[in-house]
Each structure stands twice: as structure tokens, then as C-alpha cells.
């Protein structure tokens, strides 16, 4: 009968220390491989050199280390590129890494498809199939770094003290706003911002990484007390129930009201706001009394709003807002005083923008 092999990918450098005492080895040795996982980017065990090579050879027999493999990727004409990752069971998820002049930012999964059923979102056709591990979510970072050649956090860190400006001196952004709902799969995504954050490990601060969340009142504050709170991002849309409550399901069991109230509870680091991320659907939820309507909603709370014009691909009949009712609509929100900004679409030709990955290699659709 075949051993279970642990999985290695996933585990904090406790877990790694607890492992190699089970194994009779001294525990120091899961610190050296925490270290070459995270922070050498070393995903064979046999690449370990700081181990000895009997205690590779033991680690082989009972353990495995399974960083997730692009099976395709797909380029924009933006520079945006989309990964499509196939799991150790055959599951398939998308993530997204979107070039940017002074940062890079990677979009990541935390379920394999979603149960929100959100009317504006291509993901929700797929339904739920199953939460990803800790290490599935971290390893989806650590293998489009691998693919970007992204420098070890060390070296970037000694190129941008010496003023380099190339791509490998910039800072990564980490948002959770792949496919899925993250706190639905709160456990695994607080592993996987621990080993994300961790200086000793991939070494991205917690200011950087983004969370976003259809309003799942509850969750919300259970994800104020987990060991690294990212910053939280509400995908909002609508600012009444009615209309909330056909574009995203969730509502009709969290009203707005009990998410605005969860947000207030919320704690802010200083300078730190809530994101709203508002996407404008024409004559659904685009009108000035809206504009008017979400200032008030959000006017006892330190935030910003993202306004994002649907992307294509919906087979609803929804079409999004013209670009002139975006800027009625963001100058209503800046006249109240509400810091709000226009996002463009990256990756939308690829199907790579938000609300889009289905984790389809043919192109769907599109409607314009």
C-alpha cells in the first residue's frame, strides 16, 4: 500500500519544525526548509543542499512538495497575463498578474470556482467544486513569481536601495479576488496570508495584500482577528436591497445594513481606508439618486470607491454604464467628497478582468 506523503507546501515554519521532530530529525531543520521554500524558491526537495542528503532521501519517502503548474497561459494585448493552474486532482483555477508601472499585482484564487452566484461575475457559472489548501493559495504566488522571474525578496530589496528602477526592483501587490469567496475558506486563506506576510517567508507585507469579499457580515469579523489582516475590499454594486439583492443573492441573507455595520467595526491601521468596489451595470444601478445614495451609505466610514464598468462576457443582458455616465457618476461621489476612481479593465481580451475568469482556454462571447 502506497505511504501518504505529507504535504509540505503550505505548512509555517512550526508546522515544518513539528514535522522533522516526528521524524526523529532535530527541529531546526524544518527552519532551513521553510527557508528554502519560501524565501530560495527552491520547490525539489533534492535542491535543498543546505539538508544532508540522507535527510532528503527521508523527506522523499514521506513527504511531497507540489507548487501548482501553469497548464496554459494566455498574454493581453495590455501586458496582463492569465494563468490557468491545474491541481493534484485534476481542479482547475485561474490567476492573473497584471504588470503595472510602479508595482506588479497578482490576482489570486482561494476556491476552486464559487457559490456566490453573483449576476455580473462568469465564475459564479461554474459553482463551488472545494476550497483550495493554504498552500494552494500561497503557491499560485510563489509560481507566478517563479514564471516572472521575479527577484528573491533580498535582491530586490538591495536593487531598489541602489535606485534601480527596472521591473524587478518593484513592490508585488497580493489581491485576493480571483476566483472564489476568501472568507468561505477564512481557515486556509489565514494560513495562506501568514506564510504571504511573513518576513521569513515569501515576504509580502500585509499593506500590500488585499482581500475582497461579497459581504459576508459575519466572517468580516472574524477576519479582523486572524494573525494578518490584509486590507478588505467590499464588491458593493448596488445601494439598495432590491437591486442588491438580484445582482448578488448573498444579500437577501446580509442586507446592506448589516455589512455596513460589520465594516464600521472594522479596525483601520492610520491612513488605512475600506474599499468599496462598485460596478456599474447601465440603468441598473448607474443613476445619480445611486451616487447620492451610496455617499450616505458610506458617510460614517473612512473609505474609497473603485467604480468598475462591467466587463464583456455576460450573457444576461446587462451591458455596462457609458463611459460618461462613469465620470456622472465619480464626479457625484468626488462632489460629496468620497474619494472615487475609475478603474480600466486589464487583461479584458483574455477574459483576465474582474467579474471574467471561468477558467475557459477558448474565449467565451463577448457582449459589448
Known amino acids: 500500500m502506497e505511504v501518504q506523503r505529507r504535504e509540505l507546501l503550505g505548512l509555517t515554519s512550526s508546522d515544518l519544525c513539528q514535522l522533522l521532530e516526528s521524524l526523529g530529525e532535530k527541529p531546526f531543520h524544518g527552519k532551513q526548509i521553510y527557508y528554502s521554500i519560501y524565501k530560495l524558491r527552491q520547490f525539489q526537495i533534492g535542491e535543498m543542499t543546505e539538508l544532508s542528503r540522507a535527510l532528503r532521501g527521508k523527506l522523499q519517502q514521506c513527504s511531497r512538495l507540489t507548487l501548482p503548474q501553469p497548464s496554459l497561459s494566455q498574454l493581453s494585448v495590455d501586458g496582463t497575463r492569465k494563468y490557468l493552474f491545474e491541481l493534484a486532482d485534476g481542479k482547475r483555477i485561474e490567476s492573473v498578474f497584471i504588470p503595472e ?154 442586507p446592506i445594513h448589516d455589512l455596513i455595520q460589520a465594516c464600521e467595526q472594522f479596525p483601520l491601521r492610520p491612513r488605512q481606508r475600506l474599499t468599496f468596489e462598485y460596478v456599474l451595470i447601465d440603468s441598473i444601478n448607474d443613476l445619480d439618486q445611486d451616487a447620492r445614495r451610496l455617499v450616505r451609505l458610506l458617510s460614517r466610514l473612512r473609505a474609497k470607491v473603485n467604480l468598475l464598468p462591467l466587463n464583456p462576457g455576460q450573457g444576461n443582458g446587462m451591458r455596462p454604464s457609458s463611459p460618461e455616465r462613469v465620470r456622472r457618476f465619480q464626479e457625484i461621489l468626488a462632489s460629496k467628497g468620497l474619494a472615487a476612481y475609475i478603474r480600466r479593465p486589464r487583461g479584458a481580451d483574455i477574459f483576465a478582468a474582474c467579474g471574467q475568469l471561468h477558467h475557459a482556454q477558448q474565449p467565451l462571447q463577448m457582449v459589448h
Not at 453573483?118 to 463551488?128: E, M, R
Not at 475582497?212 to 482577528?225: M, Q
Open 101 to 254: 508601472e510602479q508595482r506588479n499585482t497578482l490576482c489570486i484564487s482561494t476556491q476552486v470556482g464559487c457559490p456566490m452566484d453573483c449576476k455580473f461575475c462568469l465564475t459564479a457559472l461554474i459553482g463551488l467544486a472545494r476550497n483550495l489548501t493554504a498552500g494552494e493559495i500561497a503557491g499560485q504566488v510563489l509560481s507566478i513569481l517563479k514564471d516572472q522571474q521575479e527577484p528573491l525578496p533580498e535582491i530586490a530589496a538591495k536593487a531598489k536601495r541602489s535606485q534601480n528602477r527596472r521591473g524587478s526592483a518593484k513592490p508585488v501587490n497580493i489581491v485576493l479576488m480571483g476566483m472564489g469567496e476568501p472568507l468561505l475558506n477564512l481557515e486556509n486563506v489565514s494560513r495562506a496570508l501568514v506564510l504571504m506576510a511573513d518576513p521569513g517567508g515569501i515576504g509580502i507585507p500585509p499593506h500590500r495584500i488585499t482581500l475582497s469579499t461579497v459581504g459576508l457580515a459575519p466572517k468580516i469579523l472574524d477576519l479582523a482577528k486572524a494573525p494578518v489582516v490584509p486590507n478588505l475590499a467590499i464588491s458593493l454594486s448596488a445601494t439598495t436591497d432590491d437591486v442588491r439583492d438580484q445582482l448578488m443573492p448573498v444579500n437577501r441573507k446580509y
